[in-house]
Nanobody, 127 residues
Framework: QVQLAESGGGLVQAGDSLRLSCVASGLTFSGGSVTMAWFRQAPGKDREFVAASFRGVRTYYTDSVKGRFTISRDNAKSTVYLQMDSLTPEDTAVYYC???????????????????WGQGTQVTVSS
């Protein structure tokens, strides 16, 4: 049984940084098959793609976070991180960790392509 557990959210001021963590159990990170991603959902909005580590080979970001957010993974710890710098109020959302064992590249940014999801962690950025 695969489980994803996020942590690291909180209330910060604009310009601050946060690092989110997602620990995966029941998944084997090694072998280059697992794609890990972060999505977010603000109140009244659809869930949107933030960043992905595609099979541990390449990383992808949505335009609004490029240069500010960094996704990384520690295969030995089955953990993926999202370092978020220069946060703005527009980054306020619930952040979700997602994983899939057979994702194809063209589906990296599509929420329904991922089989496994965490419960989410709230990030609130005040101005």
């Amino acid at each position: 049984q695969v489980q994803l557990a996020e942590s690291g959210g909180g209330l910060v001021q604009a310009g601050d940084s946060l690092r989110l963590s997602c620990v995966a159990s029941g998944l084997t990170f090694s072998g280059g098959s697992v794609t890990m991603a972060w999505f977010r959902q603000a109140p009244g909005k659809d869930r949107e793609f933030v960043a992905a580590s595609f099979r541990g080979v390449r990383t992808y970001y949505t335009d609004s976070v490029k240069g500010r957010f960094t996704i990384s993974r520690d295969n030995a710890k089955s953990t993926v991180y999202l370092q978020m710098d220069s946060l703005t109020p527009e980054d306020t959302a619930v952040y979700y960790c997602a994983a899939d064992k057979r994702l194809i590249l063209s589906s990296v940014t599509t929420p329904h392509s991922y089989d496994y999801w965490g419960q989410g962690t709230q990030v609130t950025v005040s101005s």
